[in-house]
C-alpha cells in the first residue's frame, strides 16, 4: 500500500482538491469500487480510527486527577500544607485522609456515570455506506479510512474530507466550516491548489452534510487529519450552557460569596479575641469548606446518569445529559404529524385521473418513479413500491436519468427509456401545486389537452377535498423527449399533469390519551408539517388536538421576525411549512418564554433541533438530524417522550433535593459554630472534625439519585430558581440555628461539659440532624407519607449509627472525641426529635408559601448559542 494522506500537511501542500481522481486513487492504493477489508483493516492500524479526539490514554486516572481541581479541594489541601508547616501533623495527615475520600466517592461516581453514558451513546453510534469488496457496506464511522469509497445522500453527515468521484445534483450545506448560509454545488474535477476551503467544487469535508442530490466520494483525510479538526483545535468547541449549567454557577457564585464572608469574619474575629492564629485559620477554613456542598459535581453526574439509564431502558437515549433537565423544563412540545401522531404506516389508497376516475397507468407511471430514484428514502415511495402487483412489469423499462428531489422544487424526476422505443418518459412526481406548476397540458388517459385556469381549479378543488377527508395527495405529470445523452431540472417544463396519488395514514391508537396526558403535566403540543392545513386539521380533530389557528408557510414567509413572535403562541396548527421555516417557528416560540421541544428527524429539521431547548429525534433519521438532538427515540412514539419527560422531572427534582438538604443543613450549621467560636472560651468543632462531619454527612447524599420521587412533583414543568434556593436555605437553616443554640444552652448551662466533651456532643447531634433533616425535607408531603428509596434510608441510617458510635471507637481520641455520658445523649435525642418536629412544621409553611408566590417567579429556560 502507498503512503496515506492522512496527515494533514503544512502551508497548503500536497492539495488533494487539485490532484485528479485516479491519482489519488492510485496514491492511496483504492479503486473506483473501493479497498478490500484487509486493506481497511491495514489503514486503520497506520492511520488509527476517525475520531476528532483520540479516546487513548487512561481516562480512569484523568478522572480521578480532575477531583482535585475543585476550588474546594484545594483549599482542604492548603489547610493541609498549613498544618504541617506549623507541626500539627496529625491534623494534617486527618485532613489528607478526608480529601482523598472524598475524591474518591466523587470518582467512582461520575466515572461510573461516564462509562454508562458511553455505552448508552454506543447505542446509537453513527453509521456510513462504504464500498468495500466492491459491494455496498454498512461501517461505523470511525472505521472509515483514507482511501474508502463512500456513497452520499440527502441527508448524510459527510464523514471524511475527500474529493468526489460521481455526483448528481449534490448540494452541500457547508455552515459548520465556512458559515455560508446557503448549500454549495459540487461536483468531480479539480480545484485550484490555492483554493480556499468554500472554494474546493470538488471536495466535501468532514462535519459538513448533503441537501439534496446523490455522490460517491473518495476518502482522503480522516480524524485529526480533517479540516473540521484543524478549526476544532484552534477555535474549541463550546456547548451551549442551558439554564441548569447557568443555575448551577449562579449557585456557585452564592455559596463563595458566603465562603468569604464566613472566612473573613471568622477568622479576624478570632484574632480580635487572642486565639492563635493557625487554630484559628484552619477553623475557618473548614468552616467555608463545610458549608459548600463539594460533592455537588457527582451529585449532579451521577443523578443526571442514572436520569439517563431511566430513560434508555424507556426508549429515549440522552445524546446530552444536560438535555434531561430541559426536558423536564419543557412546557410545548412542536412535532410533526407522520409517524408520531399518526401511525406512520403510509398506504396508497388509490390513483386518480386529473378528472378523479381510478388509473392503472398512472400507478405504474408511480411505481416506475418510486422504485428508480436512489434519493432520499421516503415512506410515501415506500407504500407505492409495496403496492406492486404480481402483473407488473418493470423488466423493459431501465433509468436514462434522475433529477433528485430537492425542498424548493419539491418533487422528483425519473427519465425512463424502454426496449423498442426512439423516445423516453419523464415521469414527475411531488407537491400537487409544485407539479401543476410545471405543467402546460393535461393527460386524460390517452390524449393531451392545455393546462387553462379552470382546470387548473379543478384540480385544486379535488386536491383539497381529499385533504379535507385526511389524505395526504401527490400529483404526477409526464412528458415524453426525443432520446438524448442528459436531462436536468429544465427539462422539467410543459409536462401534461397525468393524476392524483392518495395516501392514508390514519392516526396512532390511543394519541388523543397520549396528548391529554402531556396536558396533564402542563406541555401544551403544537404541530408542524410540511402537510396542506386542510389534511392537518383533519388529523388535529380525530386526536382531540386544537385546529382553529392555523398559519400557513405562505404566511408565514410574509410576517416579520416581530409579527411572528406577537402570533406564534396562538397557533395551533403551523401547515404548508417550508423546512427553512420551523427554525424561525421554534426561536419565537422560546422568546415567548416558553421552554421548547423539537422532535424531528428530516435533512432540514437540523437547524430547528438545534434551536429548541430540547431537540429530540429518532434512531432511524437521517445522520444531521441525529446529530442536531440532544435525545434520540428508540421507537418514534410521543408515550416514550411522556415518560422521558417524568424521567427528567425526577431527575431534576432529585438534583435539587441534594443543594437543598445540604446548604440548609450546612448552613445553619456553620452560622452557629461560626457565632459559637465568638463566645465560647474554645473552638465549637476542630477543623478535622469539621471536615470528617461534612464527608459522613455527604456520604448517603450520593444515593438521593436513587431516591424516589412524589407525584405530584413531576405534574408540572420544573425550573431552576435561585431565588427558590437562597430561601429554603436561609428558612431552614435559621430553624437548625435556633436548636444549635438551644444545644449549646443544655451543654454549658445544663450539663457543664468541657471542650471535649462539647464538641464531641455537638458533632454528634449536628451529624444526627443533618441526616435525618433529609427524610424531612425530601418530600413535600408529610414525612411518614413518602417513601425514601432502600438505599438512601439504609445509608442514611448507617451514617446515623456510626455517628452515635465514633466517640467510643479506638482512636476517637486521635480527634479530639471522648465517650459521652448517658444522660448528654439522651438529651441530644430529645433536642433532634424537637428540631425534626420543628422542621416538619416549617415545611409545610414554606412550600405553601411557594404555591402562593409561585406564578410570579416562573424562570424561562434558554438554550444560548
Partial sequence: ????????????????????????????????????????AAQLRMAGRNTISGT????????????FRSPLVLILVFAAAVSAFVGEGSEALIIAVIVLASCA???????????????????????ASVLRDGKETPIAVEDIVPGDVILLSAGNLIPADGVLLQARDLNVSESALTGETFPVVKAPGVSAPDARLGARGN???????????????????????????????????????????RGIRRFGYLMTEVMLAIVIVVFFANLLLERPAIDSLLFSLALAVGLTPELLPAIISVTLARGARAMASGGVVVRRLDAIENLGSMDLLCTDKTGTLTEGAIRLDACMDPDGAASEQLRVWALLNASLQTGMANPL??????????????????????????????????VVRREGQSDDLLICKGAVQNVVDACSMVFDGTSTRPLDEDQAKAIDDRMRCWSTEGYRVLGVAVRRFPRKAAYGREDEADLAF????????????????????????????????????????????????????????????????EALFARAAEIDIFAEIDPNQKERIIAALRRRGHVVGYLGDGINDAPALHEADVGISVDGAVDVAREAAD??????????????????????????????????????????????????????????????????SDAPSMAIATDNVDAEQTRAPRHWDIGYVRRFMVAFGLVSSVFDFVTFAFLILVAGTTAHVFQTAWFVESLITELAIVMIVRTRKPFWKSRPSGLLAWLTLAAGVL?????????????????????????????????LAASEATKRWFFARERRHAGRRRPASRKES
Wanted: charged residues 20%.
Fill in 1 to 40: 500500500m502507498k503512503r496515506s494522506l492522512v496527515p494533514r500537511p503544512a502551508d497548503g501542500a500536497d492539495a488533494y482538491w487539485a490532484m485528479p481522481a485516479d491519482e489519488l486513487l492510485a496514491e492511496l492504493g483504492s479503486t473506483p469500487d473501493g479497498l478490500s477489508s484487509a486493506a481497511a
Fill in 56 to 67: 487513548g490514554g487512561h481516562p480512569a486516572i484523568a478522572a480521578f486527577a480532575r477531583q
Fill in 105 to 127: 466517592l466523587s470518582f467512582t461516581q461520575e466515572y461510573g456515570a461516564s462509562r454508562a453514558m458511553e455505552a448508552l451513546t454506543a447505542r446509537i453510534a453513527r453509521k
Fill in 203 to 245: 471536495a466535501v469535508f468532514t462535519g459538513t452534510s448533503v441537501r439534496s442530490g446523490t455522490a460517491k466520494m473518495l476518502a482522503v483525510r480522516t480524524g485529526g487529519g480533517t479540516e473540521y479538526a484543524s478549526i476544532a483545535a484552534t477555535i474549541g468547541r463550546a456547548v451551549p450552557e442551558t439554564e441548569f449549567n
Fill in 381 to 414: 415511495d415506500e407504500a407505492i413500491v409495496a403496492g406492486r402487483r404480481d402483473h407488473d412489469d418493470l423488466a423493459p423499462y431501465i433509468k436514462a436519468e434522475e433529477i433528485p428531489y430537492d425542498f424548493i422544487r419539491k418533487r422528483l424526476s425519473v
Fill in 498 to 561: 397525468a393524476g392524483f396519488l392518495l395516501f392514508f395514514d390514519p392516526p396512532k391508537p390511543g394519541m388523543a390519551e397520549t396528548l391529554k396526558a402531556f396536558a396533564a403535566r402542563g406541555i401544551k403540543v403544537k404541530m408542524i408539517s410540511g402537510d396542506n392545513r386542510y389534511v392537518a386539521q383533519h388529523l388535529a380533530e380525530a386526536i382531540g388536538l386544537p385546529r382553529r389557528n392555523v398559519l400557513t408557510g405562505g404566511e408565514l414567509s410574509k410576517m416579520t421576525k
Fill in 631 to 696: 435525545m434520540i427515540l428508540l421507537q418514534r412514539d410521543l408515550g416514550v417522550v411522556l415518560r422521558g419527560v417524568d424521567d427528567g422531572r425526577a431527575t431534576f427534582t432529585n438534583t435539587m433535593k441534594y443543594i437543598a438538604i445540604t446548604t440548609s443543613a450546612n448552613f445553619g450549621n456553620m452560622v452557629s459554630m461560626a457565632l459559637a467560636s465568638l463566645f465560647l472560651p474554645f473552638l465549637p468543632l476542630l477543623a478535622p472534625q469539621i471536615l470528617l462531619n461534612n464527608l459522613l
Fill in 803 to 835: 455517628a452515635i458510635a465514633i466517640p467510643y471507637l479506638p482512636g476517637a481520641g486521635w480527634l479530639g472525641f471522648v465517650p459521652l455520658p448517658v444522660p448528654i445523649m439522651a438529651g441530644l435525642i430529645a433536642i433532634t426529635a424537637a428540631y
